[in-house]
């Protein structure tokens, strides 16, 4: 087992038949093995939902979940519970969606390491990023305590 997070995929919008779990995409080399849901305890490796970076510190709760529509028809459930590293959580703190997009987008490794996005990488990641960042604000996130968990 990894601890990591997993995504959850619905076949529809109902959310009446069971997710399809998969492990969110990563920079490094493939996953080792199939995802395997587990409950959530103190073993969990956060990754910051923003920007992708180690070190989701700061958790924030939406008071709706947050769905995302894939190219294959099917929805990633994005959910109410967000991590995020504490260069994020400032901007969430301060409402700055477009400061949160433009860290996610600098700390995006190009496709090939040493190598850095090109202009119109950068462009459509920005779109795609925003996107899903400002359903994550108009979701009316709150910043909560690890005893609020």
């Not at 490094?28 to 849901?37: K, L, M, S, T």
């Not at 924030?60 to 991590?83: A, H, I, N, Y």
């Not at 040493?114 to 795609?128: A, F, H, K």
Request: negative net charge; contains cysteine.
């Amino acid at each position: 087992m990894c601890f990591t997070p997993l995504n959850a995929y619905y076949a529809d919008q109902s959310r009446l038949s069971p997710p399809e779990f998969i492990h969110p995409d990563r920079d490094e080399e493939a996953w080792d093995h199939e995802p395997q849901p587990t409950p959530v305890d103190s073993r969990v490796i956060y990754m910051c939902d923003f920007c992708s970076q180690p070190g989701g510190t700061a958790h924030f709760r939406t008071r709706k979940t947050v769905f995302e529509d894939q190219p294959d028809g099917t929805r990633l459930d994005m959910g109410d519970d967000w991590s995020a590293c504490e260069t994020c959580a400032k901007h969430i703190r301060s409402r700055s969606p477009h400061l949160l997009i433009d860290r996610a987008v600098a700390v995006t490794p190009g496709p090939l390491p040493g190598i850095p996005l090109n202009r119109p990488m950068r462009r459509l990641l920005r779109r795609e990023y925003k996107a899903r960042h400002m359903k994550f604000f108009e979701a009316d996130p709150i910043e909560i305590s690890e005893g609020e968990e």
